[in-house]
């Protein structure tokens, strides 16, 4: 079973320093990860797919890495706006075709 | 367009009730799912379908059913519900069940059971 970590749970900075968001996983057999943001009371918002040929994926402000024999990926949000403030999950997609979840981290960007 | 609509956004029911959640999508996706997010823990999958008239189970299937007779709809019933049924539900669906198609979410629906 594919157990998806994300550490830490909540991260506070000042407006303007890069964001770094882990996710880590125990089964390197997945078919992509998906970057989401939620924001309060609302739905889930796909960010980036990384697929499982692919070391990075990048929109924006945003570059998501993947390192599936470490069983690692990260989120890089650069130069951070209050409008970042939210709660960003990661998801693995295995090649059973489900998702597994992470708890999330809740990010605050500080004016 | 308006994507995944999710009804109601709020309920409370009393224990032994049943209700069912609806969820509509206008993309013509195949791939539609069913999940409940607790504090603390991720988004945890009830049920699937890859297709009209095809249905699987998820982590977390007990206490729920559901159907999927068009290819825009996806409801999931609540049979008799339970405290510990107390969540957000989220649809989502995508193109295929397969491939790299990203997942599309509706804003949940929130629920509690007295």
């Known amino acids: 079973k594919q157990e998806v970590t994300q550490i830490p749970a909540a991260l506070s900075v000042p407006e303007g320093e890069n964001l770094v968001l882990n996710c880590s996983f125990t089964d390197s057999a997945i078919y992509n990860l998906q970057w989401f943001r939620q924001d309060p009371g609302k739905g889930l918002t796909s960010l980036l797919l990384?697929?499982?040929?692919?070391r990075e994926q990048t929109s924006g402000r945003l570059n998501a890495s993947l390192d599936k024999s470490s069983g690692r990926s990260t989120l890089y949000i650069a130069a951070s706006q209050p409008g970042d403030s939210a709660t960003y999950l990661c998801?693995?997609?295995?090649?059973?075709?489900?998702?597994?979840f992470g708890a999330g981290t809740t990010v605050t960007v500080r004016a | 367009n308006a994507g995944v609509t999710q009804t109601p956004k709020f309920q409370v029911l009393k224990t032994g009730q049943s209700m069912t959640l609806q969820c509509a999508q206008d993309?013509?996706?195949?791939?539609m799912s069913w999940y409940r997010q607790d504090p603390g823990m991720g988004l945890r999958l009830i049920h699937y379908s890859v297709g009209a008239g095809i249905t699987d189970q998820g982590e977390v299937p007990n206490g729920y059913n559901v159907s999927r007779s068009t290819t825009e709809d996806f409801p999931l019933r609540l049979l008799s519900a339970a405290p510990s049924q107390t969540s957000v539900y989220f649809c989502?669906?995508?193109?295929?069940?397969?491939?790299?198609?990203?997942?599309?979410f509706g804003d949940g629906t929130r629920l509690s059971i007295l």
């Open positions: 989502a669906s995508s193109y295929s069940s397969g491939g790299n198609q990203p997942q599309h």
């Open positions: 990384i697929q499982s040929s692919q």
């Open positions: 993309m013509n996706h195949e791939y």
């Open positions: 998801a693995l997609r295995s090649n059973d075709y489900k998702l597994s």
